[in-house]
């Protein structure tokens, strides 16, 4: 096979992966791992904007990303896609929501589907770093601020005349 067929096999993912798993202990073993892997899946289409480990969040943000994708490119129609749909997703009108909803609000973009900022820590509470994992285009504020265009200003505009008279 030549380097064409192989990248037809498999979308390509737009964030970075890490081949090895994170390690979210569970006392029910790598079963546990994976229940709670789909339990956190499941509320990042069900509210579109979580906020949890980091450890947990990147993790989810992997399988998340891995899913839209694979419904972006083969559509609902596609029997492995709705297995995997099927799996990873334990509300069925998700299933309904990712494949009618979130797929059109995805469909041209040409960066990742989900965000994962890196949440402050509350000091003497929590040791654990946080963060804050969502889709694209949710409906919630945006969590950085917009950064507005600050050339017209007026400390601006003296500060640049300032500079051309010297």
Do not use: C
Request: net charge positive; hydrophobic share 35%.
């Amino acid at each position: 096979m030549n380097q064409a067929e192989v990248s037809q096999l498999m979308s390509k993912l737009r964030i970075r992966v890490n081949p090895r798993h994170k390690n979210l202990k569970q006392p029910d073993g790598p079963q546990g791992r994976l229940n709670k892997l789909r339990r956190t899946v499941n509320a990042l289409f069900k509210y579109e904007r979580l906020e949890l480990n980091y450890t947990l969040a990147d993790e989810t943000r992997g399988y998340a990303e891995r899913l839209i994708s694979e419904a972006i490119r083969h559509g609902d129609t596609h029997k492995p896609t709705m297995d995997m749909a099927d799996y990873w997703i334990e509300e069925k009108q998700l299933i309904h929501k990712l494949f009618k909803v979130l797929v059109p609000r995805f469909n041209d973009y040409k960066t990742s589907y989900t965000m994962l900022y890196r949440a402050p820590k509350a000091y003497p509470d929590i040791v654990f770093p946080r963060s804050v994992l969502e889709l694209r285009g949710n409906p919630f504020p945006a969590i950085l601020p917009q950064r507005s265009d600050q050339r017209n200003f007026i400390h601006n505009v003296l500060l640049d005349e300032a500079k051309k008279g010297i």
